[in-house]
């Protein structure tokens, strides 16, 4: 059974940063994309970056430059460090994995992705 649980959301002031982290367990070795996507209130759920198990990545060009995604496999654990934060950036913050390999330009939408995170929530403040 996959499980995905986040953690290091909060309250940041404009131009601060943060760090989440997702842990995993239940996840297969194999070929498969983790994702971090977000919801901020009354918008869609949209993706912000992914990383596959060869650790290659993409971004959404809103976070290009200032977040980046990174996978630490002996510990299970995918992370977003985000940096000269926004405003705009304030919203629900999910983990996301796979269930199996993806071509790359579908990284960012949320079809590919069968495991979901609980979320949690970053507010900054201008």
């Known amino acids: 059974q996959v499980q995905l649980e986040e953690s290091g959301g909060g309250s940041v002031q404009a131009g601060g940063s943060l760090r989440l982290s997702c842990a995993a367990s239940?996840?297969?070795?194999?070929?498969?994309?983790l994702g971090w996507f977000r919801q901020a209130q009354g918008k869609e759920r949209e993706g912000v970056a992914a990383?596959?198990?060869?650790?290659?990545?993409r971004y959404a060009d809103s976070v290009k430059g200032r977040f980046t995604i990174s996978q630490d496999n002996a510990e299970n654990t995918l992370y977003l460090q985000m940096g000269s934060l926004k405003p705009e950036d304030t919203a629900m913050y999910y983990c996301?994995?796979?269930?199996?390999?993806?071509?790359?330009?579908?990284?960012?939408?949320?079809?590919?992705?069968?495991?979901w995170g609980q979320g949690t929530q970053v507010t900054v403040s201008s």
């Open positions: 990383i596959d198990s060869d650790g290659k990545t």
């Open positions: 996301a994995a796979s269930n199996g390999g993806t071509e790359r330009q579908w990284w960012l939408e949320s079809g590919p992705y069968s495991y």
């Open positions: 239940g996840l297969s070795d194999s070929d498969r994309c």
